[in-house]
């Protein structure tokens, strides 16, 4: 399985923008980058995906490195409800299905 | 549009006895998926139901099997349980079985093996 690294924990302060990196180095040619999220108690929660240029929706930007070996994602004024655990991950395939594989994420605390 | 919905929301069952958990996918998505995520750990992909068979496995032992039904819903089984299937169970639905778009998850099931 592809792989991300990303740092174990950040913080930011409230209406500030954070920026999220994630590395993927062994990233193929075909492979989505994409960006899940979990708050506290609840399931992941979707937040954006990409492949090779710059996404933007309402929740957040994803920033994807011209060599995609890496990507920031985005939060362009940080909520007390954007504090959670992201997920940067690479779309897998196993067996003919379309797998997540998550890592360990990057808990973000937001400070009011 | 309802969400993805998970049952029971917490279970605790003894070593050696089996279990059932549930879910019902979103409206329209006729794959789901179904992770295990230990305390502090992200979520590890189980298996994979894409109408009504198994599209995919990760690396779970056969103790660890799956049903989709006609409508959708799914059902995780676990047999001969031990303390490490302690864990949150999640559910994922998403309209296509190859997850390019969004999936969508329940809140999960927490179960405590004792």
């Known amino acids: 399985d592809a792989k991300t690294t990303q740092p174990n924990s950040m913080e930011s302060n409230e209406e500030e923008p954070v920026h999220l990196p994630c590395n993927h180095s062994?990233?193929?040619?075909?492979?989505?980058i994409h960006w899940y999220r979990q708050l506290p108690s609840q399931g992941p929660e979707y937040v954006i995906h990409g492949l090779t240029s710059n996404v933007n929706n309402r929740m957040a930007s994803l920033a994807i490195a011209e060599d995609r070996k890496s990507s920031t994602l985005i939060l362009h004024r940080a909520t007390l409800r954007d504090a959670a655990v992201y997920y940067c991950?690479?779309?897998?395939?196993?067996?003919?299905?379309?797998?997540?594989?998550f890592g360990k994420g990057t808990k973000l605390t937001v400070n009011p | 549009e309802t969400g993805v919905t998970q049952s029971p929301t917490h279970l605790i069952k003894t070593r050696g006895q089996q279990v059932t958990l549930r879910c019902s996918s979103q409206s329209g998505h006729n794959t789901v998926s179904w992770y295990q995520q230990a305390l502090g750990q992200g979520p590890q992909f189980i298996f994979q139901?894409?109408?009504?068979?198994?599209?995919g496995r990760g690396n779970f032992p056969p103790r660890f099997s799956g049903l989709q039904f006609p409508n959708y819903s799914s059902e995780l089984n676990v047999n001969a349980l031990e303390l490490d299937d302690s864990a949150l169970y999640l559910c994922?639905?998403?309209?296509?079985?190859?997850?390019?778009?969004?999936?969508?998850f329940g809140q999960g099931t927490r179960l405590t093996v004792v």
């Open positions: 062994t990233i193929s040619g075909t492979d989505y």
């Open positions: 994922a639905s998403s309209p296509h079985r190859e997850i390019i778009t969004e999936a969508f």
């Open positions: 991950i690479l779309r897998g395939t196993q067996g003919g299905s379309e797998k997540l594989v």
């Open positions: 139901y894409y109408r009504e068979e198994e599209n």
